[in-house]
């Protein structure tokens, strides 16, 4: 599916639009890393949470649940929320 | 960025040039928005600024390895990022991110034992002795020990504080910490045993391994805490900073929530040289610089501490205090600094003293300021202004 990557997470993409595939957010992520290394810890931390200010959006619905199933193809989009200054 | 001091006249694109076989200064300021280098030679009259490196992150440590004068590493989050460790081995013309930089051990999945912690930033940043050259330390907020075995790459849980139940107890909870968050900061390796190890928790007291980070036990007597507090609880004691002194390793000092305090080793009673301190000053603050060959000479920059702990410079006049006599008597050095009206505070981990003789020592404030002293502490100069919200300076000498 297509994954839309905010501002703060291009340095590891080089892109704002890539691609990745997987059953459940939590495979999506898996493969980011894998095609990405080390831009899944900037998301979800080491008890398997999503971070404070990241959030996930799949064809307009938040996801808050790394299990959660995906269907085959649409847009994910990862945005950065709510900090700053 | 704009400055508007003649110490930073060099223009920016040249390295202020160093003779043949003269050592070379830098400066790593760590800033929450960002970090830069200055540069400068052995005379310590003009800097050169390199940076911003990594505009916008938030940077609570950057670090020289003195033992290839060249890798740097930078703890670094950014406002919706998870934390990380950057990399460079050219002096930070170039970085990378470490593969697996420190986190802690995932809870128990039967819901048994301690709860599971996340790492909110690595605080602290301290290389191995030189006979274990890709050793590197890190202490987290929360309060959480690391260690890297090849040269800051990759980060593991190290020792058994992070989840041990009596250590997790005098850790407290995240509203027992600095405002910021609880740390694990200070980490101190003997350089003439790599084994011996000493670190400091706020809160959490100050504590030493003999045993390579086995085993660590508190290091507390005859500190003193807040009033009302039992003081042989490590919980109550919030160290803000311990120096080794690299020219007699088994004196530390250490200044902390309630005064100044100087050990000498074996002896395991902290005596308060704080008190020797102005009245009208206090013993307050947060970093503390040791003199690298001299082991009687440390210097403090006394902060407020009165009512509701302003942590700001006493009346509005910054002064940095040397002692030379181990703490028996402090003087007042304060030339070349405001009088009056200037409000400072200055960050445990922002004071540093290069290894060139006279001393260089340097500061930067929360106001984004970078001073520096060319003679010990005698005469202050601003090397820089505007920078953001500094965390850390540190000194390091380049062949």
Redesign the interface.
């Known amino acids: 599916m297509k994954v839309l990557i905010p501002s703060a997470l291009r340095s590891y993409t080089g892109h704002g639009e890539v691609e990745a595939g997987g059953a459940t957010l939590a495979a999506v992520l898996a493969d980011l890393e894998r095609r990405y290394p080390g831009i899944r810890f900037r998301m979800i931390d080491e008890q398997q949470e999503i971070r404070r200010h990241i959030r996930f959006f799949l064809n307009g619905e938040q996801l808050r649940d790394l299990a959660q199933p995906l269907p085959a193809s649409g847009e994910l989009i990862i945005v950065q929320a709510l900090s700053g200054g | 960025m704009t400055h508007d001091n003649t110490a930073l006249s060099t223009p920016a694109d040249e390295p202020a040039a160093s003779a043949p076989g003269e050592r070379a200064v830098v400066l790593l300021v760590a800033t929450r928005k960002g970090a830069w280098l200055y540069h400068s030679d052995a005379a310590r009259e003009r800097w050169r600024v390199d940076g911003p490196h990594f505009l916008g992150h938030i940077i609570s440590h950057l670090v020289l390895d003195p033992r290839d004068g060249r890798t740097l590493l930078a703890a670094a989050k ?5 934390p ?1 460790i950057f990399r460079s081995t050219d002096l930070g013309r170039s970085w990378s ?3 697996h ?1 420190p ?5 128990a999945k039967d819901g048994e034992g301690l709860p ?4 909110d930033h690595t605080f602290w940043l301290t290389p191995g002795n030189p006979d274990q050259p890709e050793v590197w330390y890190a202490g987290t907020s929360p309060q959480g020990l690391f260690r890297s075995r090849d040269g800051g790459v990759s980060w593991a849980p190290f020792s058994c504080i992070n989840d041990d139940p009596q250590y997790r107890r005098w850790m407290g909870s995240v509203q027992d910490g600095t405002p910021d968050g609880p740390k694990l900061h200070s980490i101190i390796v003997d350089p003439r045993d790599a084994a011996h190890l000493y670190l400091a928790m706020s809160g959490g007291g100050v504590h030493e391994s003999v045993d390579g980070g086995l085993s660590f036990k508190p290091l507390l007597d005859q500190l003193k805490v807040v009033e009302g507090f039992d003081r042989a609880d490590p919980t109550f004691h919030d160290p803000h900073c311990v120096r080794l002194c690299p020219s007699q390793p088994d004196r530390l000092y250490q200044q902390n929530h309630c005064g100044v305090f100087r050990l000498d080793r074996p002896s395991e009673q902290w005596l308060d040289i704080g008190r020797n301190l102005p009245a009208e000053v206090g013993d307050v603050g947060f970093p503390l610089v040791v003199h690298p060959r001299d082991a009687d000479t440390a210097w403090v920059f006394p902060m407020d501490g009165t009512s509701v702990w302003p942590r700001t410079s006493p009346d509005g006049k910054p002064a940095v205090y040397a002692t030379r006599d181990g703490g028996q008597s402090w003087r007042r050095l304060d030339a070349g600094l405001p009088s009056s009206q200037a409000w400072w505070t200055v960050k445990r981990q922002a004071m540093s003293a290069d290894g060139l003789d006279p001393v260089g020592l340097y500061f930067g404030t929360t106001s984004g300021e970078l001073w520096m002293s060319r003679d010990e502490g005698l005469h202050w100069q601003c090397i820089a202004r505007h920078l953001p919200e500094i965390y850390a300076v540190e000194s390091a000498l380049l062949a």
């Open positions: 950014t406002g919706h990022l998870g990380t991110e470490a593969r930089p986190a802690f051990a995932s809870a599971g912690r996340t790492v």
